[in-house]
């Protein structure tokens, strides 16, 4: 008989749990970044080149009390509204073409963490109010010129650099501050994944000006 599986809710056409253990999470042992797949790597982590192991994810009764989770998803949610307002205000397509890949980055991160912590975000965080985002515009992209083919990206990619470094800076901290313990570990995460947002940034800036 059909059944629904209770890790992707699909309905499956028999008594069977469909995609049960098929994906993975492991975690580098040097720098804790954390990824998610179908097979752990061979080898060492991409990022480093430290030793990786198999982890379980992390289960808390309530997600967004947890502080490293909670000021992930608001930074996030920073960025992501940086980039969905940015493309409102240009019709350059290049500069479009940018920014749409930026915003892009910051959905997956956004879907990261809710698949990562189980945060679940309802639509009202994800629009805002016109006055509220005409206000959060005119402080976003003070400096940048968005009719500017060459340096509306590049302010756009050096303000977008500078707020990872902004979040990946704050997780370290919190993870000299934390007790050890399942908070810190999450910190320890959140903080590399940032750094690789940070290279990730700075890799498609300078491509882009090789580009121009």
């Known amino acids: 008989m059909?059944?629904?599986?209770?890790?992707?809710?699909?309905?499956?056409?028999?008594e069977i749990?469909?995609?049960?253990d098929l994906v993975k999470t492991w975690k580098c042992t040097s720098c804790h970044k954390v990824s998610t797949g179908f097979a752990v790597?061979?080898?060492?982590?991409?990022?480093?080149?430290?030793?990786?192991?198999?982890?379980?994810?992390h289960e808390f009764d309530d997600p967004m009390r947890?502080?490293?989770?909670?000021?992930?998803?608001?930074f996030e949610l920073n960025s992501y509204h940086f980039y969905r307002l940015?493309?409102?205000?240009?019709?350059?397509?290049?500069?479009?073409?940018?920014?749409?890949?930026?915003?892009?980055?910051?959905?997956?991160?956004?879907?990261t963490?809710?698949?990562?912590?189980h945060t679940h975000l309802s639509d009202d965080v994800?629009?805002?109010?016109p006055d509220a985002a005409a206000l959060l515009a005119d402080e976003?992209?003070?400096?940048?010129?968005?009719?500017?083919?060459?340096?509306?990206?590049?302010?756009?990619?050096?303000?977008?650099?500078?707020?990872?470094?902004?979040?990946?800076?704050?997780f370290v901290k919190l993870v000299a501050e934390l007790p050890e313990g399942p908070e810190k570990d999450v910190c320890r995460e959140l903080a590399a994944e940032e750094e690789e947002h940070v290279a990730l940034l700075e890799t498609e800036r300078e491509q882009f000006v090789e580009r121009r």
């Open 2 to 14: 059909p059944s629904t599986c209770p890790k992707c809710h699909s309905v499956v056409a028999e």
């Open 17 to 20: 749990v469909c995609c049960a």
């Open 41 to 57: 790597p061979y080898g060492r982590c991409f990022l480093c080149g430290g030793e990786v192991q198999v982890v379980p994810g």
């Open 66 to 74: 947890v502080r490293p989770v909670r000021d992930a998803v608001q």
């Open 86 to 111: 940015a493309l409102t205000r240009t019709k350059d397509r290049v500069l479009r073409a940018v920014l749409e890949q930026l915003y892009q980055h910051e959905v997956d991160h956004l879907h």
């Open 113 to 117: 963490l809710q698949e990562r912590y």
């Open 126 to 129: 994800l629009t805002l109010r």
């Open 140 to 170: 976003l992209f003070r400096g940048v010129d968005l009719d500017d083919p060459r340096g509306g990206p590049l302010g756009l990619y050096d303000k977008a650099i500078a707020m990872e470094k902004r979040t990946r800076d704050h």
